[in-house]
Structures are given as structure tokens and as C-alpha cells.
């Protein structure tokens, strides 16, 4: 059996690192010249860092986790106390939220104006379309206004009233009637616990990728750099292969892909014209990363931020000598959310750095910050954002995509949850290469 997979991220990574372990001939296609995707380190200022807090936590399925041990074994594996908090009102909140830290923090008055809020909520709001009705319904008009509304709006430059509720629903982990249970747990350590305990590879995460890469190619995988993938070969509804940029064709009994499925679409022949609506109806933010290199000054105990404030135009700063020491500097990332028409996506890199410095003087209100040297990386439609129907969207073009017998999607590029982490990108690619080795062993039995 052959099987391609389009991507070398850790969802495809780790479908190939499981496949060629069961002895099934892979080939590993990647635009870029390195592994990793979005997941990969980058080098700057003679250390690895990341474009994003990226993290494994200790909650890692489990068999996902015991599948991993061995490439983690491999690498140099730090383990530390994951810290991130919300920045709103010059008040810190704890992330995942903590009930006793945030009456602490919001003052008796604000917690008997939400208590309140809370009782006179218009209940049955588990249907509502946009986040403003399903978050008024399940939490109440103060609580909606003061803790979720700024900071929504401000990461995807649209009203709540556009926005899908599957975004908070996916960001709250909302499960029917779990409400209940959630507000428990908020005053419990359950919901904290696991989450902080998280590991990171002592010189970024692309060492733990191309450990991932040596193993594989040590098993006779095989892996295909810069490359362009034209489009797919179909017979019928079965996906046979891959052609190439230069339109040669490479047969394959699966093809696994990891890219977006608006991406993934336009391989196909055939595409009916709803679809194809659909996904011009898919918008998108696009993300800047600035990199600030600092005299140690300490500015920030935590390795991550939200920045819920409109007064500051970040939306999360992330410290990375809070994944691991680096020394004699502090590497700071400030994000920035936008699209490509808006007016700090224009700006010259100089511009937007002064705008990241005058953040982090308010954020941090000190105004002696030392920035040694400055780095941008920006990210072209990075997000696609959940408008209202974005839900159906992705359930249409899903259902489309499964009637393909031999077309597998996998990693975070192809699920509709915005919670979803690194670990989960991990466990998805391990638990779709098991259904492809089962499939290979039943053919086998069939011969």
C-alpha cells in the first residue's frame, strides 16, 4: 500500500511516523523547505522561537501520548507550569478561568451585577446563531458586555451579532447541557490542572519535527520539499493520486491531506457550483507577529496574554524565556490581528514595531523598555473567520469531501474547532493512520 500525505505538520508528521512503522510506503509533500507548518520554530537572535505559545500539555490523549513518548525520549523535553492569563481593565484573570480569581479581581459590586445578570439571562440559548445571542442567553447581558464582546470584536474586526456561535461554543468547550458543570468546575482546581502542566522541547519545536522526520525516514518514508500539488487523479469518487506542479502524476492508494479544505477543494475535479459558492463566502484575518528583543527587564511572569483592552491593538503577547531561558534577553511576540484591507496591515514594518512598543509601554506601564532589535513576520489569511453560517459552510464542503473513498483530511486545518491545540493535531494524525493500517491489514486478509 502507498499512501501521500500533503503537508508535513504534526497532524501528517505523525500519520507517516505511524504508517511507516506498520511498514506502509509514504510519501511526505511540503511546500516549505523544512517540517513543522505553522508549528515550526524560527531562528532569531541565535535562539528558536515559536509563531505562537505553542505547547503540549499533560492532558494529551493518552494513547496519542504513549505513541509520542518515543520521539519525546529522543529530544531534550522541558517540563514547566504553564501560566496565561487575560488582561482586561488593567485586572489579570487566569486562563482557563478560575471563579475565585475573578470575583477577587472584579470587586463584590461587579459579581453581584453579574449574579444578577446571570439569573435574568433568557434561557434555551443553546441554538442561537451569533455569539451575542448564545452568550446573553448563557451568561447575561452584563457579563456578555464587560467579559466577552471588546475582545471577540476585536479579534475578528466583526460584530458579535456576524460572528457564528461555534466559535464560543468551540472556545468554551460547550457541550449541551455541560454549562452547569463548567461554572462548577471554575471554582475547582479540575479545570486548571492539567492544562498548566505542558512540555516544550528545549530548543523549539522543530526539534521534536525533525525528530519526527529522522524516524521516518529511517522506516523508508520519504519526504518531498518546495513542492506545488496541481491538483488530484480521480476514478469516479475515488482519489487515485497526485499531480504534480511540472504534471507528472504519482498513483497512491491514499491521499492524506493536512492543508485547508478551501485549499484541498480546488484539487478536485468536478466541484459543484454550490461549493465553490460556499467557499467565496469564507473571509479571512490575517496575523502579524513582531518580535522584540529586550534587555532582561521582567516585564511578564506569564508565558501568555490575552490582550482584551481595544485600548491596546495586540490581541496576545506571548514571553518565550517563559518556555525556557534565554540568555542575557527576553524575546517577546506581540500579535496582531487584521486583514489586508485594514489600515495596520499597510503599514511599514517601522510602524507597526512603534505600535507594538507603545503597547507593550502601556501594557507593562513602564516606559525604560530597552528594545535591542525588532523582527516581523507576517501571515496571510491565517484565520478564516466564523461568520454567521460558517458552521453549514463547513459541514457542506465536509460531507463533499467524504464522499471520496481514499481522500483522508486530518490536522487542525481541516477540523471547525477553535480550541484546538498542537496535542490534538498530534492524536487526530495517529488516529487516522490506525484506520488506514487497519484498512491495509483487512486487504491483505482479503487477498
Known amino acids: 500500500m502507498k499512501v501521500a500525505i500533503i503537508g508535513a505538520g504534526p497532524a501528517g508528521l505523525a500519520m507517516a511516523h505511524e504508517l511507516c512503522k506498520n511498514g506502509i510506503a509514504v510519501s ?28 503540549i500539555g499533560e492532558n494529551m490523549n493518552p494513547a496519542a501520548k504513549a505513541f509520542m513518548q518515543e520521539i519525546f525520549d529522543s529530544v531534550k523535553m522541558h517540563h514547566y507550569e504553564r501560566l496565561s492569563r487575560i488582561h482586561m481593565n488593567n485586572s ?21 451585577k453579574a449574579a444578577i445578570s446571570f439569573i435574568n439571562r433568557k434561557r434555551k440559548s443553546s441554538n442561537a446563531e451569533d455569539v451575542e445571542s448564545f ?21 475578528w474586526g466583526k460584530s458579535c451579532k456576524e460572528i457564528d456561535a461555534i466559535f464560543f461554543k468551540n472556545l468554551i468547550g460547550f457541550k449541551g447541557n455541560s454549562m452547569m458543570k463548567k461554572l462548577r468546575n471554575m471554582f475547582t482546581k479540575k479545570n486548571t490542572v492539567t492544562y498548566k502542566k505542558s512540555y516544550y522541547p528545549d530548543e523549539g519545536f522543530s526539534m521534536l519535527w525533525e525528530a519526527m522526520q529522522q524516524k521516518i525516514e529511517a522506516n523508508d518514508g520519504q519526504f518531498y520539499f518546495s513542492v506545488n500539488i496541481k491538483g488530484f487523479t480521480t476514478e469516479g469518487k475515488k482519489v487515485t493520486g497526485i499531480q504534480l506542479a511540472d504534471g507528472s502524476v504519482e498513483a497512491y492508494d491514499y491521499v492524506v491531506s493536512t492543508i485547508p479544505e478551501t485549499i484541498l477543494i480546488r484539487l478536485l475535479p468536478q466541484v459543484p457550483v454550490p461549493i465553490f459558492e460556499s467557499l467565496a463566502r469564507i473571509n479571512y484575518r490575517s496575523l502579524i507577529c513582531v518580535f522584540l528583543l529586550l534587555e532582561h527587564c521582567y516585564i511578564l511572569e506569564d508565558n501568555t496574554v490575552y490582550l482584551y483592552s481595544k485600548q491596546l ?3 496576545r503577547i506571548t514571553n518565550f524565556n517563559r518556555f525556557r531561558n534565554i540568555d542575557g534577553n527576553d524575546i517577546v511576540m506581540l500579535e496582531y490581528w487584521t486583514s489586508e484591507k485594514e489600515t495596520v496591515w499597510q503599514l511599514t514594518d517601522d510602524a507597526i514595531v512603534e505600535i507594538a512598543k507603545k503597547d507593550l509601554t502601556v501594557f507593562s506601564r513602564r516606559d525604560n523598555i530597552v528594545v535591542k ?14 461568520e454567521l453560517g460558517f458552521q453549514k459552510i463547513k459541514t457542506d464542503i465536509a460531507d463533499f469531501l467524504q464522499q471520496f473513498d481514499g481522500l483522508v483530511t486530518a490536522g487542525r486545518a481541516n477540523q471547525h474547532n477553535f480550541n484546538y491545540g498542537m496535542g490534538d493535531a498530534i492524536a487526530d494524525g495517529y488516529s487516522k493512520a490506525g484506520k488506514i493500517v487497519a484498512a491495509s491489514k483487512e486487504s491483505l486478509l482479503v487477498k
Open 92 to 112: 489579570f484573570y487566569n486562563y482557563p478561568p478560575d471563579g475565585i480569581n475573578i470575583i477577587k479581581s472584579i470587586g463584590l459590586v461587579a459579581c453581584c
Open 373 to 386: 532589535d525588532t523582527k516581523i513576520i507576517r501571515l496571510r489569511n491565517a484565520y478564516e473567520i466564523p
Open 135 to 155: 452568550v446573553k442567553g448563557t451568561f447575561g447581558n452584563y457579563i456578555f458586555t464587560t467579559f466577552f464582546q471588546e475582545y471577540t470584536e476585536k479579534l
Open 28 to 55: 511526505i509533500y511540503e511546500k516549505d523547505k523544512v517540517v513543522g507548518g505553522l508549528a515550526k520554530s524560527v531562528w532569531l537572535w541565535h535562539a528558536r522561537t515559536e509563531l505562537g505559545p505553542h505547547f
Open 313 to 315: 491593538k495586540a490581541t
